[in-house]
């Protein structure tokens, strides 16, 4: 059984996972109502917090389940992330190795999220997974818009990525030029119902074929400039247009890029990662697109788009070979790790 452990920025969560009999348990605390005053996450505000969530995650833990009990190994994120957070979470994680005679490995952030959308399934030997690779993934969040291609033997390669922007800081941005209080994505969904998604003209970028890359850079600054070229009574009465179309034009840029790659080998899957794959609409889109092109649909469950312990624990034992070791305690905190990044050792 392995605990899992995810400190990386505003969530402290934990989550036991068996290999064998799936997830046992998930405790989150979440931090939003935190951060939401500052409009963002406050670094030492997430680092005071986790400092505080912990122990009584843990207390909640062994309520449940003795411990260590069969755990046989932890699994932390060592990033990316905030430093001070990914320091909380691996200051338990060793802690906790020491103290029970276990090991403890280091799993990418990025990579727990790119795992996520086959969490649902009973992938229990390679045969399974045959039928689903090669898979083109797509994960979006508040930090990073990526597309990347899963071989045959699990190892991932980068096919695409912002240049600027993250769709869901997009998302927020947007949202905060509206009026709309962090974190704004969810509530930008929202507002856009029942909105006219092609009232105004908000630009897609890199609509071109042979430009691997998202930009969402400008389409905050065209909403920008409409808004200032607007009265209030305006803005007022054709909120819900400008909420849709501006939501529309991040998720048609996501959709198209998607399908251009889709439409360069012959993927068997295609996956949907991030704190944004909980919006609807892109989820439909894409669930749409995917049908189209003859491939299967992956979207991460709803309580597993966000930063969780359970897709750590999860990359810990599907994605074993790509782990950084603790021996000799050389295990430390990585605030930039790409998404191909990972390590080569297991203890």
């Not at 920025?9 to 005053?37: T, Y």
């Not at 691996?90 to 790119?114: E, Y």
């Not at 993934?137 to 240049?163: H, P, Y």
Request: some cysteine.
């Amino acid at each position: 059984m392995i605990l899992g452990i995810e400190s990386s920025c505003d969530e402290s969560a934990l989550s036991l996972f068996d290999p064998a009999q799936g997830f046992l348990g998930e405790w989150v605390r979440s931090q939003i109502k935190s951060h939401a005053d500052y409009g963002g996450v406050v670094p030492d505000l997430a680092v005071s917090e986790h400092l505080a969530n912990f122990t009584p995650l843990l207390d909640l833990v062994r309520r449940k389940y003795e411990m260590p009990g069969r755990v046989s190994r932890i699994a932390v994120t060592c990033g990316p992330g905030l430093i001070g957070c990914l320091g909380i979470g691996l200051s338990v994680a060793k802690t906790l190795g020491l103290l029970w005679g276990i090991p403890v490995q280091g799993v990418n952030h990025l990579r727990g999220h790119a795992f996520s959308p086959f969490m649902g399934l009973d992938l229990t030997d390679d045969r399974r997974w045959e039928d689903l690779l090669p898979h083109l993934g797509l994960l979006v969040s508040g930090g990073n818009t990526l597309l990347f291609r899963m071989d045959n033997e699990r190892e991932i390669e980068v096919l695409a990525k912002t240049v600027d922007d993250a769709v869901g800081e997009a998302l927020d941005k947007g949202g905060k030029l509206l009026g709309i209080a962090y974190p704004g994505g969810a509530e930008l969904e929202r507002k856009a119902r029942g909105g006219d998604d092609r009232a105004f003209p908000f630009p897609r970028a890199f609509p071109a074929r042979n430009e691997m890359k998202f930009s969402f850079s400008g389409l905050k600054t065209s909403l920008l400039y409409t808004l200032q070229k607007m009265e209030e009574e305006e803005i007022e009465n054709r909120y819900a247009d400008l909420c849709a179309s501006y939501q529309s034009a991040a998720i048609d840029h996501l959709v198209n890029k998607s399908r251009q790659v889709l439409r360069t080998e012959q993927f068997k899957s295609f996956g949907l990662s991030g704190g944004v794959a909980n919006n609807k609409v892109l989820r439909s889109k894409l669930e749409e697109l995917s049908n189209d092109e003859g491939v299967d649909f992956l979207a991460a469950e709803m309580r597993h788009t966000g930063d969780n312990a359970s897709m750590i624990a999860y990359a810990a034992e599907v994605d074993q070979n790509n782990l950084w070791s603790n021996q000799n305690d050389q295990l430390s905190f990585k605030p930039s790790l790409r998404l191909d990044e990972c390590g080569r050792v297991s203890n």
